[in-house]
Antibody, heavy 121, light 110 residues
């Protein structure tokens, strides 16, 4: 059974930094790209970033490109999201998700339950 | 890029069929980019129910079907059941791992 468990969400002041973690189990972690997706309160989903299975290729949405860094440790089956210069509009539930990529697209076939990040003074 | 456009809410009675639309532009939905759909119950994680416009993952009911015409993708749910009440999100894959979500549609089962 694929399991993804996020942690690290917190109440943080504007301008602060935070690192989210996602522990994965139930599949060959290093074989699959992984993503972070967030959902602001009462809003839709927003893809943030993806990383290749080996960790060497990272991709970002324009909205977070200069502030967020995705990484993974395949020896620990863990995915990370380092966030700096946080703003109020970064307040959201952050989901870790496994990617399934075919020849034509990538989708997120398994998701964690999410971790809440609240940016407020 | 702006989010894909979805109707805020739709409703239907048990047994009926409903269709949720997702509108984009030629650079996302209308291009060579494929669309997926996710179901999300309140307080829960999203669940993939349609990928590559029309395909269903293993275990997803065949009451769910996807289609696409031009710059509009659609999700149809037939034989509506109470458990289908949830939010539905469309997503267009734009290449290089980048994907664009819609704003979500709340399905209310009357």
């Amino acid at each position: 059974e694929v399991l993804l468990l996020e942690s690290g969400g917190d109440l943080i002041q504007p301008g602060g930094s935070l690192r989210l973690s996602c522990a994965a189990s139930g599949f060959d972690f290093s074989a699959f790209p992984m993503s972070w997706v967030r959902q602001a309160p009462g809003k839709g989903l927003e893809w943030l970033s993806s990383v290749s299975g080996g960790g060497g290729n990272m991709y970002y949405a324009e909205s977070v490109r200069d502030r967020f860094t995705i990484s993974r440790d395949n020896s620990k089956n863990k995915l990370y999201l380092q966030m700096v210069t946080l703003r109020a509009d970064d307040t959201a539930i952050y989901f870790c998700a496994k990617d399934y990529c075919s020849g034509t697209s990538c989708v997120n076939d398994f998701w964690g339950q999410g971790t809440l990040v609240t940016v407020s003074s | 890029q702006s989010a894909l456009t979805q109707t805020a809410s739709v409703s239907g009675s048990p047994g009926q069929s409903i269709t949720i639309s997702c509108s984009g532009t030629r650079s996302d939905v209308g291009g060579y980019n494929v669309v997926s759909w996710y179901q999300q119950h309140p307080g829960k994680a999203p669940k993939l129910i349609i990928y590559e416009d029309t395909k269903r993952p293993s275990g997803v009911s065949n009451r769910f079907s996807g289609s696409k015409s031009g710059s509009t993708a659609s999700l149809t749910i037939s034989g509506l059941q109470a458990e289908d009440e949830a939010d539905y999100h469309c997503c267009a894959y734009a290449g290089s791992r980048f994907r664009l979500f819609g704003g979500g549609t709340r399905l209310i089962v009357l």
